[in-house]
Structure formats: structure tokens, C-alpha cells
């Protein structure tokens, strides 16, 4: 089972996109839908994440920037991202995690350039 993410693309800084990502109905008890990125030379880095009850939680240089959200019935995740940095180029991964599964998304590309 694999996730499907979109929504990336070529932007200049302080300009905007919205990530997208469906996260199939098969996979059930999801306790955490999130969005990981990876610059290149970078280690995976996690960006925001919502719990099963709504909580999210945010990386701190995206705070105030990014928001996540998800329509469960619809089985989508979404990452709309404000104000872009250079420094938020990369590679971005939804990620679904349930009790005993990670589940990922093929990535999608961001790059944000002058």
C-alpha cells in the first residue's frame, strides 16, 4: 500500500504551495498523518504531523508557515505551506503510521528559487 502525494513544483520565495496526498481507506487505525522532507545531502526530516484526535505538531522553522490538515472521508492529507524559503527546498514524503505500519507516499518535489 502506497501513499500518493502531489502538489509540488518550482516557486520563488514567499510564494506559496498546497501538498496534497491521498492515503488509501485500506490502511486503518492511523494514529499519526505526516509530512517529512529531505533536502539533498539531509537526513529525512519530519515537518508537521496530526494525530488520530487532531493534535498537530510542527518543526520549528515552519511554524506560523505551514499548515496541515486532512478530510478523513475523503482519505486526503494536505500541507499548505506559506511564505516559502530557500531553504525549504526539498523532497517531500507523506507518511501514514498506525500501531505496526509506516506507510509512505513516493515524495514530492519542492523547490523554492530566486
Known amino acids: 500500500v502506497q501513499l500518493q502525494a502531489s502538489g509540488g513544483g518550482l516557486v520563488q520565495p514567499g510564494e506559496s504551495l498546497r501538498l496534497s496526498c491521498l492515503v488509501p481507506?485500506?490502511?486503518?487505525?492511523?494514529?499519526?498523518r505526516s509530512w517529512y522532507r529531505q533536502a539533498p545531502g539531509k537526513q529525512r526530516e519530519l515537518v508537521a504531523s496530526?494525530?488520530?484526535?487532531?493534535?498537530?505538531n510542527y518543526e520549528d522553522s515552519v511554524k506560523g508557515r505551514f499548515r496541515i490538515s486532512r478530510d478523513v472521508r475523503a482519505n486526503m492529507l494536505y500541507l499548505q505551506m506559506n511564505n516559502l524559503r530557500l531553504e525549504d527546498t526539498a523532497i517531500y514524503y507523506c507518511?501514514?503510521?498506525?500501531?505496526?505500519?509506516?506507510?509512505w507516499g513516493q515524495g514530492t518535489e519542492v523547490t523554492v528559487s530566486s
Open positions: 496530526i494525530a488520530a484526535g487532531g493534535t498537530t
Open positions: 481507506g485500506s490502511i486503518r487505525g492511523i494514529w499519526y
Open positions: 507518511n501514514a503510521k498506525t500501531s505496526n505500519s509506516d506507510y
